[in-house]
Nanobody, 115 residues
Framework: QVQLVESGGGLVQPGGSLRLSCAASGLTFSRYAMSWYRQATGKERELVGTITDNGSLNYADSMKDRFTISRDNVKNTVYLKMNSLKPEDTAMYFC?????????WGQGTQVTVSS
């Protein structure tokens, strides 16, 4: 069975930092493009960024200066490092893995930015 499990979310103050993790199992992780998405209450789900199988990075313009995606193919884990967090970053953050016709989602981890 394929599983993507996010972790690392929680409550953080404005200006703080947080690192999210997504641990994958049941798939050949190194072949998958891995992405982070987020969805705030009452808003559309939006792409945060993607790291491809060869390590190429793409970010949404609004995230480029503050967020960093990385992957560890030995640990089968993709990370999202978030800096200078703002209240508007509050959302459920989801991990996605895609390879050819295969597409998998995690259940998400909640990030709340509040003082």
């Amino acid at each position: 069975q394929v599983q993507l499990v996010e972790s690392g979310g929680g409550l953080v103050q404005p200006g703080g930092s947080l690192r999210l993790s997504c641990a994958a199992s049941g798939l050949t992780f190194s072949r998958y493009a891995m992405s982070w998405y987020r969805q705030a209450t009452g808003k559309e789900r939006e792409l945060v960024g993607t790291i491809t199988d060869n390590g190429s990075l793409n970010y949404a313009d609004s995230m480029k200066d503050r967020f960093t995606i990385s992957r560890d193919n030995v640990k089968n884990t993709v990370y999202l490092k978030m800096n200078s967090l703002k209240p508007e970053d509050t959302a459920m953050y989801f991990c996605n893995g895609k390879y050819l016709w295969k597409n998998y989602w995690g259940q998400g981890t909640q990030v709340t930015v509040s003082s």
